[in-house]
Structure formats: C-alpha cells, structure tokens
Nanobody, 115 residues
C-alpha cells in the first residue's frame, strides 16, 4: 500500500505560478513511475505530466510552462506551473505506479485560476 498526500492547491491569478507537492509513504520501494493528473468540472481526468526515472512527459496544454520533478530524499513529487490560465482550473491528483502494474492515487487538491 502507498499513501499519497497532495498539497499546494488554492486560488491563483491568471499569469501566476503554482507549485503542487505529493508526498508518498508506505510501500514506496516498488514505485516505478509517478504522474500528475487533473480533472476539470464536467471533463475526464487527463494526464498533465509524468516522470519515470529521469524521463519526463507533458501534456501539450502545459508543455513549456510546467515542470515535474521528484525529491527522492523526501519521497515527494512536485509540479511547478507558470503562466497559469483559467483552463488550468481543476482538481489535481498525483498517481504512482508500483511494480509497473498497481496504481495508487492521492485524494486531489483543488486549483482555481481566476482571470
């Protein structure tokens, strides 16, 4: 079992920045990949960014203004986003995959971008 706790959501003005964190605990030794997803009202959950080893990938909608990173010492995953837009408003979730087959999700953190 892996427990994930997200933090850093809240209200942000358009054009501003945000930094989300996700701290993992429990059976973290088998984590093979990490990712951030988001779900806006009335929309499907979508992948925002992922990191596997040192390889990162980003959704086109956030590419160039977002950075996913991890701190192995604290078992924390981060998502830094600049120049946020109202379309970035969503609940953001972190997800880890263990041993390549089992996914664990956090409870989510709300991000609201005001124009």
């Amino acid at each position: 079992q892996v427990q994930l706790v997200e933090a850093g959501g809240g209200f942000v003005q358009a054009g501003g920045s945000l930094r989300l964190s996700c701290t993992a605990s429990g059976g973290i030794g088998g984590i093979t990949s990490r990712a951030w997803y988001r779900q806006a009202p009335g929309k499907k959950r979508e992948l925002v960014a992922s990191i596997t080893g040192t390889s990162t990938d980003y959704a086109d909608s956030v590419k160039g203004r977002s950075t996913i990173s991890r701190d192995n010492a604290t078992n924390t995953l981060y998502l830094q986003m600049h120049n946020v837009k109202p379309d970035d408003t969503a609940v953001y979730y972190c997800k880890v995959r263990v041993l390549g087959i089992v996914d664990y999700w956090g409870h989510g953190t709300q991000v609201t971008v005001s124009s």
